[in-house]
Nanobody, 125 residues
Framework: QVQLVESGGGLVQAGGSLRLSCIAS????????MAWFRQASGKEREFVAA????????YYEESLKGRFTISKDNAKNTVYLQMNSLKPEDTAVYYC??????????????????WGQGTQVTVSS
């Protein structure tokens, strides 16, 4: 049974940093793409960043480049999202996702087959 478990969310002041973690279990993810999405209240889920599990390619929502960094630790089966210079508009539930593809429309949430339960990030002004 595949499980993605996120952690690391919380309340932070604007300008602060958080690091989210996603521990993946129950499957071999060598041919998977791992991603972070977020969903603010009343809005659609949006792409944040993605990383190829077996390589080093990373992809970002253009507007988040330079502030957010996705990385992974294969030995720990964990994907991270380092978020710096946080803004109130970054407030959302952040979700970890896994998709069984190595290239394609990584920004499209509908092609990811496994999802975590989400972790709340709240940035105060």
């Amino acid at each position: 049974q595949v499980q993605l478990v996120e952690s690391g969310g919380g309340l932070v002041q604007a300008g602060g940093s958080l690091r989210l973690s996603c521990i993946a279990s129950g499957h071999t993810f060598n041919r998977y793409t791992m991603a972070w999405f977020r969903q603010a209240s009343g809005k659609e889920r949006e792409f944040v960043a993605a990383i190829i599990w077996s390589g080093s390619n990373t992809y970002y929502e253009e507007s988040l480049k330079g502030r957010f960094t996705i990385s992974k630790d294969n030995a720990k089966n964990t994907v991270y999202l380092q978020m710096n210079s946080l803004k109130p508009e970054d407030t959302a539930v952040y979700y970890c996702a896994a998709g069984s593809f190595l290239s394609g429309s990584y920004w499209n949430p509908s092609i990811y087959i496994y999802w975590g339960q989400g972790t709340q990030v709240t940035v105060s002004s």
